[in-house]
């Protein structure tokens, strides 16, 4: 693919918690400021892939442990090693000296071609820049708020049985903490050029518009179709893909994005256009994707396509 792309990914969250802390509350920088991390965006697009039959390694996947002292067997996540093993069908990873092969297998993994990988499983060593980079998404709605709320449980704590108190014969208490409304703005770029040394290598063919155009696909329906209890409210509400020449170098874009609420819809600001127009002929295309059912564009971009979100179709 001869060409780089930039562009933003929009998220709404409504009445769910889009990317939590360890305290279960949605993350914050010190000054308060509510983001989502990359992870958060990457790992519904993993699952999306993954279900749909690609190869994805850097993934959760469980096996079956027997505790040797205990007798017991439980649940346990994969280790590195062994999810590679699992994946590619490999016996042994430590006894297989050829690098080369490794790294190829690597690559036919679509997270990795994607978003690269850092892999130190002996005998191999190596660190991946993806193609890929998605920056942290910082929700644009300053009335955002966070809303907890008591859940009661079906069941009893039996582990507070032997105490015999009154407390052992009540349900047990949950918390569910989410925020009212928030709508995150992710910087992304695509830059193929990075893996023109491994291209070199015979590792791999690059990144392709095939690549391309499935990383686009997961990027613009992923959290809407990753309905878990915390983020059923989370939806896919923008998604904006810049074309360019391979030699034009965009700022992160998410800066120059603005969101607010009207009287009847949502307005997303998309305010690069001047930006976009000093680079002229270089820049190919401009495609914007939101739901314009809830969202209306304020934009100076003069020529651009745009998209239903939902059904792919121009509107």
């Not at 992923?222 to 878990?228: H, I, K, R, V």
């Amino acid at each position: 693919m001869n060409k780089r792309v930039y562009g933003v990914l929009g998220i709404s969250s409504i009445m769910a918690n889009w990317n939590a802390d360890f305290s279960g509350y949605p993350k914050t920088i010190s000054d308060g400021s509510v983001f989502g991390s990359d992870k958060a965006l990457k790992y519904p697009m993993k699952k999306m892939w993954e279900n749909n039959g690609e190869k994805v390694l850097y993934i959760k996947s469980l096996k079956l442990s027997k505790d040797k002292k205990k007798e017991d067997i439980t649940l346990v996540p994969r280790s590195l090693k062994e999810r590679y093993e699992q994946l590619f069908n490999v016996d042994d990873l430590s006894k297989n000296t050829d690098a080369a092969q490794v790294i190829k297998n690597l690559f036919t993994a679509i997270d990795v071609k994607n978003f690269g990988a850092t892999f130190a499983e002996k005998p191999t060593n190596v660190s991946i820049t993806g193609a890929v980079q998605i920056g942290q998404g910082f929700n644009k709605y300053e009335d955002t708020s966070t809303e907890e709320q008591q859940i009661l449980s079906p069941f009893r704590d039996g582990s507070k049985d032997e105490k015999n108190d009154e407390e052992a014969k009540n349900s047990t208490l949950g918390t569910k903490i989410v925020s009212n409304e928030a709508h995150y703005i992710y910087p992304f770029v695509i830059n193929p050029a990075s893996y023109n040394g491994y291209v070199e290598m015979g590792v791999t063919e690059g990144y392709t518009e095939e690549d391309y155009l499935k990383f686009k696909e997961a990027a613009l329906v992923a959290a809407t179709s990753y309905a878990t209890n915390s983020k059923i409210g989370c939806e896919n509400e923008l998604g904006v893909f810049i074309e360019t020449m391979p030699d034009v170098y965009l700022p992160n874009l998410s800066e120059y994005v603005t969101f607010r609420k009207t009287d009847t819809k949502n307005e997303i600001g998309l305010h690069f256009g001047e930006l976009l127009k000093a680079f002229g002929d270089a820049v190919l295309s401009v495609e914007i994707y939101y739901n314009p059912y809830t969202t209306e564009l304020d934009t100076d971009i003069e020529e651009f396509k745009g998209y239903n979100i939902f059904t792919q179709e121009e509107v």
